[in-house]
């Protein structure tokens, strides 16, 4: 098989690929599908029609349809890529119209709960395995999509127990293909690791960006005017897809509470370094946490350039 940065496939890995929502991560593995060769045929699933009509316009699947059971069928890849909330009820649809044999997968953010709503539905011929690539924008849409987002990226595989390994294992080179370095863990402890990782972090910054928000009488002026390097980048943030989160933080509320539980355990302790003028506690700790982001860098899980090498726009690559 090619090295996942070299050539495309002389073979596709599959020969149907079903991509169920058309936003960034759809449209982007729609992308990479096509750029490696994993499927011979590409389909597009969304619910809305315009949604569907841009698909066809740009051209990034072989198949565009608004009705996921017709989507599925026939597919030996189905990958789940809506808002957290709908993945049971578009798997609960579409349950019945999956092939024997064929990988029923998802990219939701929160695998606990997902788990536990699509696995009732499913007959036992299906291979259920959620993943979750961790990478993506603060834009959404079939626009916003590019083949190389899963690039140096992790995607985080987490199969029930008694899943088929040879399933597993394909659906590894999928992602392996696509640009991701993949990671097996169980669900509970993939949502305990993200909570803290990539949840909380967004908590936070809605939060601060909310209260900067409710300064009305600055919020025009000051507040923007002189958005340096930190409220920016909270910003950025902030701007993820309101849905999804929503979605994340019902689903997996009880790791993100637990976290949030120790955050304010330990906001409290720098807070009383700060009324008491502890200076080498802070110094102590600042320099732990830039420790932190040197080992982030020294991965490739992300760049020490101006803006953290982020682009201005999202890229049109089809």
């Given at each position: 098989?090619?090295?996942?940065?070299?050539?495309?496939?002389?073979?596709?890995?599959?020969?149907?690929?079903?991509?169920v929502?058309?936003?960034?991560?759809?449209?982007?593995?729609?992308?990479?599908?096509?750029?490696r060769?994993?499927?011979?045929r590409?389909?597009?699933v969304?619910?809305?029609e315009?949604?569907?009509?841009r698909?066809?316009?740009?051209?990034?699947?072989?198949?565009?349809?608004?009705?996921?059971?017709?989507?599925?069928?026939?597919?030996d890849?189905?990958?789940?890529?809506?808002?957290?909330?709908?993945?049971?009820?578009v798997a609960?649809?579409?349950?019945?119209?999956?092939?024997?044999?064929?990988i029923?997968?998802?990219v939701?953010?929160?695998?606990?709960?997902?788990v536990?709503?699509?696995q009732?539905?499913?007959?036992?011929?299906?291979?259920f395995?959620?993943?979750?690539?961790?990478?993506g924008?603060?834009?959404?849409?079939?626009?916003?999509?590019?083949?190389t987002?899963?690039v140096?990226?992790w995607?985080?595989?987490t199969?029930?127990?008694?899943?088929?390994?040879?399933?597993v294992?394909?659906?590894?080179?999928f992602?392996?293909?696509?640009?991701?370095?993949?990671?097996?863990?169980?669900?509970?402890?993939?949502?305990?690791?993200?909570?803290?990782?990539?949840?909380?972090?967004?908590?936070?910054?809605?939060?601060?960006?909310?209260?900067?928000?409710?300064?009305?009488?600055?919020?025009?002026?000051?507040?923007?005017?002189?958005?340096?390097?930190?409220?920016?980048?909270?910003?950025?943030?902030?701007a993820?897809?309101?849905?999804?989160?929503r979605?994340?933080?019902?689903?997996?509320?009880?790791a993100?509470?637990?976290?949030?539980?120790?955050?304010?355990?330990?906001?409290?302790?720098?807070?009383?370094?700060i009324?008491?003028?502890?200076?080498?506690?802070?110094f102590?700790?600042?320099?732990?946490?830039?420790?932190?982001?040197?080992?982030?860098i020294?991965?490739?899980?992300?760049?020490p350039?101006?803006?953290?090498?982020?682009?201005?726009?999202p890229?049109?690559?089809?």
């Amino acid at each position: 098989m090619a090295d996942r940065f070299g050539s495309p496939l002389p073979q596709p890995l599959f020969d149907r690929l079903t991509i169920v929502g058309v936003g960034l991560i759809g449209s982007s593995l729609l992308r990479a599908a096509r750029q490696r060769n994993l499927a011979a045929r590409l389909v597009a699933v969304d619910a809305s029609e315009a949604v569907c009509a841009r698909v066809r316009e740009i051209g990034i699947a072989d198949e565009v349809t608004s009705d996921a059971c017709e989507g599925v069928r026939g597919a030996d890849l189905v990958i789940l890529c809506t808002p957290v909330a709908a993945i049971e009820i578009v798997a609960r649809d579409v349950a019945q119209h999956l092939a024997p044999g064929s990988i029923l997968s998802d990219v939701g953010s929160v695998k606990g709960a997902v788990v536990a709503g699509v696995q009732p539905h499913l007959p036992a011929t299906v291979h259920f395995i959620p993943a979750h690539p961790v990478a993506g924008t603060e834009y959404s849409g079939p626009d916003s999509g590019f083949s190389t987002l899963f690039v140096d990226r992790w995607c985080i595989l987490t199969p029930p127990e008694g899943t088929d390994a040879k399933a597993v294992e394909k659906l590894q080179t999928f992602w392996s293909e696509v640009g991701s370095n993949v990671e097996i863990m169980t669900p509970a402890h993939h949502d305990l690791v993200l909570a803290i990782t990539s949840h909380v972090p967004h908590l936070i910054a809605y939060n601060i960006v909310g209260t900067a928000a409710d300064l009305e009488e600055v919020t025009q002026s000051e507040v923007i005017k002189f958005s340096a390097g930190g409220f920016r980048d909270f910003t950025r943030i902030a701007a993820s897809d309101p849905t999804m989160w929503r979605d994340i933080f019902l689903n997996n509320r009880d790791a993100v509470l637990e976290m949030l539980g120790r955050f304010n355990e330990d906001l409290a302790a720098l807070q009383r370094m700060i009324r008491w003028g502890d200076g080498q506690g802070l110094f102590d700790l600042f320099t732990r946490t830039r420790a932190i982001r040197r080992s982030i860098i020294a991965q490739g899980q992300e760049t020490p350039a101006p803006d953290f090498g982020r682009r201005s726009t999202p890229s049109s690559d089809q």
